[in-house]
């Protein structure tokens, strides 16, 4: 079989971490361990930069920092990029976001038509950002039509791709079939499940927390900002009675740390590069809670069932799909009130114990294994026979 070069571009490269990091290194890991094929990333850096390090190439282009976000850089340059992929010429390229790099790689497949897209509905951003900040600049009004439009937007992009793949079905898929958009997979993300586990419980750790023998460890993990819904947590937290006698560490950086750092109860870790610190403080605790609305996967909720947690979240995103009765409660978006209601009941919920195993069990099904393959087997594969069908019926129309 002749050997493929698949390229990743995106602007959602983290310098320190993040869920797309993760992704692309595990599936760079991927093509190099179990295919013969090569890998371009194309991520914007402090400097321009190629690095050829065997059948793994790696492209930084010079790009400033994001506004207020010091960990990502905003990757304008599509002449650049699009230099890039005529020079190395992949025949697939996956796009982990949508704004304007994905109109490089279809300005690209214009010139070289048999290049097969695929683009990735990483963030739901028409939801977590363009309504937002319509409703902060106009009300509920704005909010639907700024969502709307956003929308709109996804669907006349994606419309022009060989493949989209949504990462979980109520974090994407039926949002993505809604506007229109028909060649769609579901195809989750990751977890390691052999650095998140149970076996790393750590007292110490709990101690830190000023959790004693006895008192229930609670725990969240993510950007401590509006976005990711952070004080809901927090002031679920709040309601707790004080006999209970819990404790809560949110692990993560954001504008909101300095607000929570001085709460009773509360430890603030900051942001965690170090897997194995993370993976230990996950075993450590006895439950995982999240008010995040609009995950497309859900990536710390995964890690803390892989860790045994059953968690207390929103019946909203990709937390439908991950966090089904069994594993834990959901309750209503927003609502801090039914939040702590369910994390109490979880608490004195006498199959506690059984919940935690049966979240270990569900996550081991989600693999890194398990997901690459699904993509390099399943995904990517439907992505190149569209793309030949479709040069096939060009060339006839062309007779």
């Not at 002449?79 to 976001?97: K, M, Q, S, T």
């Not at 750790?205 to 952070?230: C, H, N, S, T």
């Amino acid at each position: 079989m002749t050997q493929r070069l698949y390229a990743d571009l995106t602007q959602s490269w983290s310098e320190k971490g993040g869920g797309v990091r993760v992704y692309l290194n595990r599936k760079r890991r991927y093509i190099l361990e179990q295919t013969d094929d090569r890998h371009l990333l194309i991520i914007p850096g402090a400097e321009d930069a190629v690095v050829e390090e065997g059948r793994a190439i790696t492209i930084t282009l010079r790009s400033p920092h994001v506004p207020g976000s010091p960990n990502y850089r905003l990757l304008l340059r599509n002449g650049a990029v699009r230099a890039a992929l005529e020079r190395f010429r992949p025949n697939l390229i996956e796009c982990e976001d949508a704004y304007n790099l994905p109109w490089a790689a279809i300005a690209h497949r214009k010139r070289f038509p048999e290049t097969a897209l695929v683009a990735s509905f990483m963030t739901d951003f028409p939801t977590a950002y363009a309504s937002r900040i319509g409703e902060r600049l106009g009300g509920q009004w704005l909010a639907t039509t700024s969502a709307q439009i956003a929308y709109h937007y996804v669907a006349a992009l994606y419309l022009q791709f060989d493949r989209v793949v949504a990462l979980s079905e109520h974090g994407g898929a039926d949002k993505l079939r809604a506007i229109g958009v028909e060649r769609v997979s579901v195809a989750p993300l990751g977890v390691d499940i052999d650095d998140f586990s149970p076996d790393r419980r750590d007292e110490a750790l709990r101690r830190e927390a000023g959790a004693e023998p006895g008192q229930p460890l609670l725990i969240y993990v993510g950007r401590l900002d509006r976005e990711k819904r952070a004080e809901t947590v927090v002031e679920a937290f709040r309601q707790l009675p004080a006999n209970l006698g819990a404790r809560l560490v949110l692990v993560g950086a954001g504008p909101l740390i300095e607000q929570f750092a001085d709460e009773p109860g509360v430890l603030c870790t900051g942001f965690i590069t170090d897997r194995g610190l993370l993976s230990r403080w996950l075993a450590s605790a006895d439950l995982y809670v999240s008010g995040m609305a609009d995950e497309t996967f859900g990536i710390s909720v995964i890690e803390a069932q892989a860790s045994g947690l059953p968690v207390a979240g929103v019946a909203a995103g990709a937390m439908i799909d991950r966090v089904p009765a069994a594993l834990g409660r959901l309750g209503p978006v927003d609502d801090p009130a039914a939040m702590a209601a369910n994390i109490r009941a979880l608490i004195g919920d006498p199959g506690l114990a059984e919940m935690a195993r049966a979240a270990r069990e569900h996550a081991a099904g989600l693999g890194w294994d398990t997901a690459m393959k699904r993509l390099f087997e399943e995904v990517f594969p439907t992505a190149f026979a569209y793309r030949r069908e479709t040069m096939s019926k060009s060339a006839k129309r062309g007779k």
